[in-house]
């Protein structure tokens, strides 16, 4: 399989346990993207990377999260003391611009329930 | 702040008739438009995208039509069938720098036998 692959699919944590989700984006992609989405809703925008550097950070991903793309390959996410209201679906994605195409390929995400 | 919406959230139909889905976006300086297909339990799913220099798009049973001036974005699904059965989303990348995309609530999909 050669798309995003994000690990673990699943999470059951409680509430003020840390959590570290990685992300594994298509091997020539550049670009790779964290974002959240909850029941009914869009996916949120948290943070992207291009190669190993992290250029923006949405005002969502407060001092609890933190990501790192070291190697400019995979990607990790941790959150920190969580809170139930981290519970949601935390999706990757990763881009390679070609043309003006900026076409993100998410993965299948993983699903955080914080009790 | 800005963001982008959409008019309906369910719409249902016909096996093999057409779809139409529309989004309206309220920033101007969007320059890049992408539309993707979320079914339950999976990531969202590239479709078709049109960048605002654009007009209409067509694909493999889909149209992208956009209208700068109505701030308005469709997506047209042709023969629908119900594997196309899903939520859709549009999502709008907003220009300059910025390459996160912003998208909206979505709409749900359900194709009748």
């Known amino acids: 399989d050669t798309g995003v692959s994000q690990d673990p699919r699943h999470k059951i944590t409680k509430r003020g346990q840390n959590v570290t989700f990685r992300c594994d984006p298509i091997?020539?992609?550049?670009?790779l993207y964290w974002y959240r989405q909850t029941l009914g809703q869009g996916p949120e925008f948290l943070t992207y990377?291009?190669?190993?550097?992290?250029?923006?950070k949405s005002r969502l991903l407060s001092d609890r999260f933190s990501a790192e793309r070291p190697k400019g390959s995979f990607s990790t996410l941790e959150i920190q003391r969580t809170e139930q209201g981290d519970s949601a679906m935390y999706l990757c994605?990763?881009?390679?611009?070609?043309?003006?195409?900026?076409?993100?390929?998410f993965g299948a995400g993983t699903r955080l329930s914080v009790l | 702040g800005e963001s982008v919406g959409l008019h309906l959230p369910t719409l249902s139909v016909q096996e093999g008739d057409n779809s139409i889905i529309n989004c309206a976006y309220s920033?101007?300086?969007?320059?890049?438009f992408i539309w993707y297909k979320q079914e339950s339990g999976k990531g969202p799913q590239f479709i078709i995208d049109?960048?605002?220099?654009?007009d209409k798009r067509q694909g493999q049973r889909v149209t992208v039509l956009l209208n700068k001036t109505v701030k308005h974005l469709s997506l047209q699904i042709a023969a629908t069938q119900p594997g196309d059965s899903a939520v859709y989303f549009c999502?709008?990348?907003?220009?300059?720098?910025?390459?996160?995309?912003?998208f909206g609530s979505g709409t749900q999909l359900t194709v009748l036998p």
């Open positions: 091997s020539e992609h550049n670009r």
């Open positions: 999502a709008e990348n907003m220009g300059g720098s910025a390459r996160q995309l912003t």
């Open positions: 920033n101007s300086a969007s320059d890049y």
């Open positions: 990377f291009q190669n190993e550097a992290q250029l923006e």
């Open positions: 994605a990763s881009s390679l611009t070609v043309g003006g195409q900026n076409i993100q390929y």
């Open positions: 049109i960048r605002s220099n654009m």
